[in-house]
């Protein structure tokens, strides 16, 4: 597969900014296409948590206030791994997605551009630039990532420790499992930028966004994907990988290019830098003066 070129000037980098905030329709039909012709040919994949098809939203919501989601709305009322202000928790909630499936193929490990992205060759709309690896090992989600959770979407009890068994243990050298990866409590000092930054579990679940194939998250998905597993819910996690990022970049350019600070000020929304660091990106220079050069552009119509 031929690969494309790296962006090297800031009018490349704008172009790929533009091409990132731009629908995803036409790009998701194609990989969509593909992977219907993949799970036909690889029979036998199995989900490995299924929702029941029979899940109504008042058995949900009854499971969800069962396990506290609702009372633990912030930190104060006790959600520890949640840092904002306002009631985080949707009510009514949003079904979670119905079951995936798991495809018997799986991929290679990917590796790193010249532009620091990292190339998946199945998927080439999916860019991350930092390793699942980097992102533990700079400090991340308060340390609290991979504790024990009681799932609403399977209705499980997970235990951290028994969940990442299933990864490399190269990926945690270093790192203290009890403080900085199954923390029970968020504590932002394990943050690079040593901010308070995220939402808690009960927001992500009666938002619909937690499938029951990854009951950690956005995340787990991306170890897992970046492991080599495939599933037909590959396409949901990188469209909202594609547009969270893409805001988050958007923001933080803003706030740069307002105090006229250069990519590597960490004085300038630090938190900003904190959710990109969650979603594996860090906000490249050429990215900023991109951004830079399009402000100026539109102040001056």
């Not at 029979?54 to 520890?80: F, I």
Request: hydrophobic share 30%.
């Amino acid at each position: 597969m031929k690969r494309a070129r790296c962006p090297k000037t800031s009018a490349e980098w704008a172009e790929l900014a533009s091409n990132n905030n731009s629908s995803n329709s036409n790009s998701n039909n194609n990989i969509n296409t593909i992977n219907n012709k993949r799970a036909k040919t690889t029979a036998g994949a199995q989900p490995k948590f299924s929702r029941a098809k029979g899940l109504t939203v008042a058995e949900y919501r009854r499971r969800l206030k069962e396990h506290g989601k609702y009372a633990a709305a912030r930190p104060a009322s006790g959600c520890s791994a949640c840092t904002s202000t306002k009631t985080c928790a949707h009510d009514p909630p949003k079904l979670p997605p119905l079951a995936a499936d798991v495809f018997t193929e799986s991929q290679p490990s990917p590796k790193r551009g010249k532009d620091g992205c990292f190339l998946f060759p199945d998927h080439p709309e999916f860019r991350p630039n930092l390793s699942l690896v980097e992102v533990l090992q700079l400090g991340s989600f308060g340390g609290t990532y991979f504790r024990d959770i009681r799932s609403a979407v399977t209705g499980q009890e997970l235990k951290g420790r028994e969940v990442i068994a299933e990864f490399p243990k190269a990926w945690f050298k270093g790192l203290d499992l009890a403080k900085q990866v199954c923390c029970p409590t968020h504590d932002k000092a394990v943050n690079k930028y040593k901010v308070a930054c995220g939402v808690c579990l009960g927001q992500w679940e009666t938002s619909g966004w937690i499938s029951p194939l990854d009951p950690y998250g956005w995340f787990q998905w991306y170890c897992r994907f970046s492991h080599g597993r495939r599933s037909s819910d590959d396409n949901r996690q990188i469209s909202r990988f594609r547009q969270i990022t893409a805001m988050r970049r958007g923001q933080l350019c803003k706030a740069l290019v307002k105090a006229r600070a250069k990519c590597t000020d960490t004085k300038v929304s630090p938190v900003m830098r904190q959710a990109l660091q969650h979603w594996a990106y860090r906000l490249h220079p050429l990215e900023l003066e991109a951004h830079r050069k399009q402000m100026v552009g539109e102040n001056r119509k």
